[in-house]
DNA sequence: CTAAGTTTTGCGGGTTCCCGCAATTCGGTT
DNA sequence: AACCGAATTGCGGGAACCCGCAAAACTTAG
């Protein structure tokens, strides 16, 4: 079996390294890289049966490599294996897995022998091993009520990144009343109107827009990894526009 | 010496107390912390001379770690080992460090013998060890001119949290044109004037309360611990306000 | 086809925000 | 004492934002 493990932390690299050795008996072919680039390079040139992913990575992160693999090869198995259970993450990776594919999500502090079985499970059951710590946050974040819809996390992201109403509207090309209206429907999604407790003589205490932010990313549903992603997309939208 | 490991990354705490008693081979008595509020309990059980801090852990950060320990014991040498040199976490340091404390910061990406330097250098030496890295963030948050100063990084918390301008003036005791002029400031400061590049017709591309938050996170002069940090400070004075 | 649900749009007005101008206060300096 | 830079305050106006109401457009079943 070739499996590819890409993760910048030496020692976690180390780490992964040596329980893969003792968990996949059969011969085994393995590649590290400490960066996306590399990894998806190394991809290209060879691909690989099974894949472990780190999700920070500077660059090129896991869940672009993922999207590039499965891109080609949807068989490839591929598991995650992150510090957090972000939904910013989360949500990339339900959104780029194909229906057929197998893959794992286990994070980082989860002990060894957790980690094990979902090697075992993943990369030789073809099994589906999602932490269940993880699990929670998929749970809400496929949830009708309390999940951002693709709209709301699309106005979540242009709100975040400090774009006017107009230029949300110019963006996603919707009147400006429309985007305003997409804005308040996250307002409604992250409970902004309770949380909103006018004390004493000094009315309102928060600001909508901001407050947004705040909530979304006090939550993990955003975070500084995916915000600088989608910076770079606005920053390509931008400059096609002119 | 007596020595205190303060990491929650199981790894990374195996990997620090190795290193640590290969370069400081006199006798030496260790304890380990997967938690700031198990080291602090630790440390006022019994001081320490010597502790390695990790700056990203739950509940209690490192640097509120570090804030309680040197109000007890400035003689107390601190190495500080973080994944990130955000801007953020510098400023958390620099200003609760005591002028004749002694202490290092080190990025977990450095080599091993640059650890094993800094860890000989601050607890044997008594030397402040910086890496460069940091150092740079440190310079460039201590110049006059790209920094900010404590006003207009009160006036950024209080944004990011997502506060009115009324609500930041009632906060900090200010008029509400005060609390605007110290925004105003803060805009200027983060070079907001000059990114906003009309394009078209569609006018002003960017809103400065939020895009103010956005250059703010992806430069890492405030990140979601901080922020976390932040929310309860005002939850407190919130209440204390009723 | 219809019905229910979601999303978009226009209108309107009340609020908040952004900021230039000018006057004032308050350390610290020469 | 005179001065300077930084911070604060009031005033005022133009822009942006928030949002209720109601009507259209579009989607998705049954």
Tied chains: 1, 2.
Aim: with cysteine; charged share 30%; proline share 3%.
């Amino acid at each position: 079996m070739r499996l590819l493990i890409a993760e910048d932390d030496k020692l976690h690299r180390a780490f992964l390294k040596g329980v893969a050795e003792e968990v996949l008996t059969d011969d085994l072919e393995m590649v590290e890289a400490e960066d996306g680039q590399v990894a998806l390079d190394a991809f290209l040139d060879a691909p690989f049966e099974a894949v472990i992913l780190d999700l920070q990575m500077p660059h090129v992160t896991g869940v672009d490599v993922a999207k590039r693999i499965w891109a080609r090869h949807t068989s490839t198995r591929i598991l995650f294996w992150s510090n957090y259970a972000d939904e910013a993450y989360i949500r990339g990776i339900t959104r780029i897995v194909p229906p057929e594919a197998v893959y794992g999500y286990v994070l980082k502090t989860t002990p060894e022998d957790r980690l094990k079985m979902a090697i075992q499970g993943v990369f030789q059951a073809d099994q589906c091993v999602i932490d269940r710590e993880v699990r929670g946050v998929q749970q809400r974040s496929s949830d009708r009520v309390s999940s951002l819809t693709d709209l709301e996390y699309e106005a979540l992201v242009d709100l975040s990144l400090g774009l006017t109403d107009k230029a949300m509207a110019a963006r996603r090309r919707v009147s400006l009343r429309g985007a305003q209206s997409r804005l308040q429907h996250l307002y409604q999604k992250l409970g902004l109107d309770k949380s909103d407790i006018p004390v004493g003589d000094w009315g309102p205490s928060f600001n909508s827009r901001t407050r947004a932010i705040s909530v979304a990313i006090s939550r993990g549903l955003l975070n500084a990894d995916a915000l600088r992603q989608e910076e770079a997309d606005l920053q390509a939208w931008l400059k096609k526009k002119i």
